[in-house]
């Protein structure tokens, strides 16, 4: 409706592209969407960087840097822009400059939590554990109220790290009757626990699911674990390349 009244409206295309992104996996149609919107506003900064997020959903790595890049020049106070950036350069397997992005949005908005969590995830990937432990638990101690997936996120990351029982505490906070049947945030926790096993059922039927019944309205989360974005050297092993394989991933 906003497009009819006004097809000038950079804006209205990229919203039309997260719908169709996210909701309805549509991503030809995406990709359109995206595509106008950026013609009809280059400047806008957020526009860039949600395109950015749409090319990297899309594994086009190289490209979605350069609209990352595009979006932190033009707005380069915005500690969003980082996190979302460093989580292009993330997913694409470079953890330093992911990690340097987190830092730039912590240095600009120092009380946002899951800034620290997120560098944590960039450590972690770069086998520094001690630094991914002390920003873990800074984003523990100031990241209040914490969203479900942020809970979820950190319990993960504190198994990867070797704490398995704040992982348990974490996820012994979290009521199951939260969890989507087809999300695949319970598998996350159960790895962050150490329970592999229960992960990989899971998993298993989640993927199962989704070959039978299509992807869930939100295909993030499971792209996280498709492409493997935080290097989790766990999600590399045979049996869970199997079923990430199932996805479409690639090598």
Known sequence: RAIDLDPTIGMAYAERGLVYRRYYGQQDEARIAYKRAVELSPSDAEILIEYARFLAYNEEYAEAILFGKRAIAI?????????????????????????????????????????????????AANGNT?????????????????????????????????????????????????????DPDRAFALLGTGDREGALREWTDLVNSYLEEGLPADPGPINEFKVNWSRDPVLDQPEFVEVRSRLGFRE
């Open 130 to 182: 001690a630094g991914a432990r002390d920003n873990l638990n800074r984003a523990l101690q100031i990241w209040q109220p914490t969203p479900v997936w942020g809970k979820v996120s950190m319990a993960y990351l504190y198994g990867r790290l070797g704490d398995p029982d704040q992982a348990a505490r974490l996820v012994a906070q979290l009521d199951d009757s939260i969890f989507d049947p087809l």
């Open 75 to 123: 707005d380069p106070e915005d500690f969003a822009h980082h996190d979302r950036l460093g989580i292009v350069y993330l997913t694409a397997g470079d953890s330093p400059a992911a990690a340097g992005q987190f830092r730039l949005g912590i240095n600009i908005n120092p009380a946002a939590g899951s800034g620290y969590m997120l560098l944590a995830t960039a450590e």
